[in-house]
């Protein structure tokens, strides 16, 4: 089964041809991989982000809009004429929005909320929101975690990200502005850059093709739900496409991975041993986050496709030819 | 049983003699209830808002602080040695906040997570935060809720209440900042303004008082759980001296009235036939909200203890007063 970020796209439903679609946050990892398949699958495709012009790769395929997201003027031309807006920006890291959940709040509520006031404005047929899996569930919540599990985030960028998808609900009941909010596993794959915040999959395969010891945060038994960038794409348009009454569903692998269990995948994968330097823990870290995805699989007939170690794999070829190429 | 606002304070537990208590709002309907309990509790109370003088009656019992609750300086200086905090600011009613969700987010859930700042490096003891009974809980939440009732919203103001809520719980949990978030239901009572959005008690007993016919959003079937201002007031000082570890409890009668049976109750006591006039109904109205405080009063003890009618009565004596003295 192709799994890549260049093939996925053909395996995706064609019925997006000819819609007109909005990416915000464009240039970030599932924003590129999100536009590509978009393109793939004949939309007509516009990508927002801050960068002034479109990121390598994307150029040709989608239109690029420069602007920031809480300037209302550059939100309200972004959605003017859309059918269909993806929201995948998300300001900060779990971890670094704790160091100030005001300016978190502001750069992820607030500009949000203008971004509602312009969809509904501009006439936008629906939303499909970026909620984070891994963030918005309590840490004592039964695992895999279904949508019904309490809601206790101990991150401000779970907090926001709870928030908005209230939001959402809201302007809906309020204006008929339709969404959908997928609570997004870890997602990792080819285009995640290592040394990020959330690329902790990304981070441990490019350190150990380099020879270098896994650096982790406490240890190592921190366990999370990884998810293959392609699938998240195609949950991205089943969601898109979705025509039942559910507006929040759980995408994730449903399969549960310590971040030790990681390390030593990645270690084996690149041809050597496995070796690892903790580092103290961080307080934002929740225990174990996995999710249930079974309300997607019904509603939608979304389910992951990309098998654990093929998107390892995957990943490290990428990351291979990424550091050939750069 | 005594039941004004004046006298109820005699009836408050003395252990926040000599505390530091500041409340902020101090010059709304609930605020000047309790700072004066505070005061007759032989607490040392400051009074925060933004009027530029403390209103009538609170002068001589609490230190006044007028500023704007969005300005950073003004809230460091309120907090700066404080031992307890009781938040009682809240921007809008929950119909109006709908109208500007953003505004309502600016004016609600930024300024408090300034507050947190400045009460965590005040190294303040405890906040007790006015949330929203009857605003949290989904629509459809079996009732009386309880505090594990879905909470879904459909008021902005709602959305504010429950963030602020879950911002309490990550300060708690990151900073060791104590908090006690009471969920009250739709208070009423001496001292509460005919006219205002939330005091529809006030509203039908003083047109029943002045002779003339009640006006109801909707069809008056619409179910509320009415407290008691000194009810409330107690649960606030239970709240303070609670020391158990729940954080997050109701705060209602638990008996549900329909408007229409309000505008029937307080015509009868004004002597006349009940007169109602049926206005458009408000979409963010809740058709049903009673709260089950069976937590709370397990936990603190509280529980109401103004019956209905004598807290109807009492209302209406301090409406004609106030009528007298205006």
Redesign the interface.
């Known amino acids: 089964m192709p799994s890549s970020a260049d093939t996925a796209a053909t395996e995706l439903p064609t019925t997006l041809a000819g819609r007109r679609c909005l990416v915000l946050g464009g240039a970030g990892f599932l924003g590129r991989a999100l536009c590509r398949a978009l393109v793939a699958a004949e939309a007509e495709v516009t990508a927002f982000g801050r960068q002034s012009a479109a990121p390598a790769g994307l150029a040709d395929a989608a239109r690029w809009l420069g602007g920031a997201f809480d300037d209302p003027d550059a939100v309200a031309r972004a959605v003017a004429g859309q059918e269909i807006v993806f929201h995948l920006i998300g300001p900060r890291a779990p971890a670094e929005s704790?160091r100030d959940?005001?300016e978190d709040?502001?750069q992820s509520?607030?500009p949000t909320?203008?971004l509602?006031?312009a969809a509904r404005a501009a006439g936008v047929g629906r939303i499909v929101f970026a909620s984070s899996g891994g963030t918005v569930y309590a840490p004592d919540a039964a695992m895999p975690a279904t949508e019904?599990a309490?809601?206790?985030?101990?991150?401000?960028y779970g907090?926001a990200k709870?928030?908005i998808e209230?939001?959402l609900?809201?302007?809906h009941?309020?204006h008929g502005l339709d969404f959908v909010a997928l609570r997004i596993a870890n997602a990792y794959g080819p285009g995640q850059l290592p040394g990020t915040a959330q690329g902790v999959v990304a981070t441990l395969l490019d350190r150990a093709l380099r020879g270098l010891p896994a650096e982790i945060w406490g240890d190592g038994s921190v366990v999370r739900d990884f998810v293959h960038v392609d699938d998240v794409t195609r949950a991205f348009v089943a969601a898109a496409l979705y025509r039942g009454p559910v507006t929040v569903m759980n995408a994730g692998s449903g399969a549960g991975r310590s971040i030790r269990s990681v390390a030593e995948d990645a270690a084996r994968l690149a041809g050597g041993a496995p070796q690892i330097r903790y580092r103290a823990g961080r307080?934002a870290d929740m225990p174990v986050s996995v999710l249930d995805s079974a309300l997607m699989r019904r509603e939608t007939g979304w389910t992951p496709q990309v098998d654990w170690d093929e998107g390892l794999a995957d990943t490290a070829r990428w990351l291979k030819s990424a550091r050939g190429a750069g």
Chains 1, 2 share one sequence.
Do not use: H, V
């Open positions: 704790n959940p005001a709040a502001r509520i607030l909320l203008g509602l006031e019904t309490p809601t206790e985030p101990i991150t401000a907090i709870l928030a209230k939001y609900a809201l302007y009941r309020l307080p």
